[in-house]
């Protein structure tokens, strides 16, 4: 999995045209994985969880998020059409008890950017918001 | 890589006991990808800074763990509540070893 990752990135750096080719089916797969890396495979509920983003992105080098999970102890925040599906995990203390943080990732294309948090007692909620982008922010 | 990185927090001065706070945080960095090449097509080695951390009186706030995916100039705002008059720190680490780290007190309005 990890081989698939690193030849998609070549990709999009290198060559837009072969990174359309064989691209979707990969990333939902690997989507997949990498998710299960962070849930150890455990079931994913809705709600709870919120993930705000712009609905139209002028600039995919700089798109400002925020997520609010209360009682979350962790989020992992994943950019399903980015070379690298993981963006950032954020844990929180006891002196964040709302699990509010802002900040601002970088998206390659239009996708849905996905939060999934892990709750204090150990259950898994997600959030996805679809980001259109105008200008990719591919790897930088 | 590393050169002029400058970390700026905008914390309140003062607070009341169990006020939620905003916290604003920004470290200039250029956050180099490892994805993009160069003129010849050599690809240019990842240099970002990885993870970020910001406590209070040595409790956690926050902690983040950041990949390749957020934006130069890595920018974090979010929420903590003040238990009491004290001292928020805060700690970015680099891929290449160093460590920037930026303090502010807050303390309690009468």
Known sequence: ?140 | MATGVKPRVKVPKTATVGEVITVKTLISHKMESGLRKDEVDAIIPRSIINRFVAEFNGQLVIEVAMEPGISSNPYFQFESVVPEAGTFRFTWYDDDGSIYETSKEITIAS
């Open chain 1, 1 to 140: 999995m990890r081989l698939t990752r690193r030849s998609t990135l070549v990709l999009c750096g290198g060559a837009a045209a072969v990174a359309g080719l064989g691209f979707g089916s990969a990333s939902a797969s690997a989507l997949a994985d990498e998710i299960e890396r962070f849930t150890g495979g455990a079931t994913v509920a809705t709600g709870l969880v919120s993930l705000t983003a712009p609905e139209i992105a002028e600039n995919g080098n700089t798109v400002p998020i925020r997520i609010a999970a209360p009682g979350a102890s962790a989020v992992a925040v994943f950019a399903e059409g980015n070379p690298l599906l993981r963006v950032a995990t954020f844990r929180f203390g006891a002196l964040n008890p709302a699990g509010v943080a802002s900040t601002r990732i970088r998206l390659a294309k239009t996708q849905n950017v996905i939060a999934i948090a892990e709750m204090a007692d150990g259950t898994f909620r997600q959030a996805s918001t679809f980001v259109k982008v105008t200008v990719g922010g591919c790897g930088g």
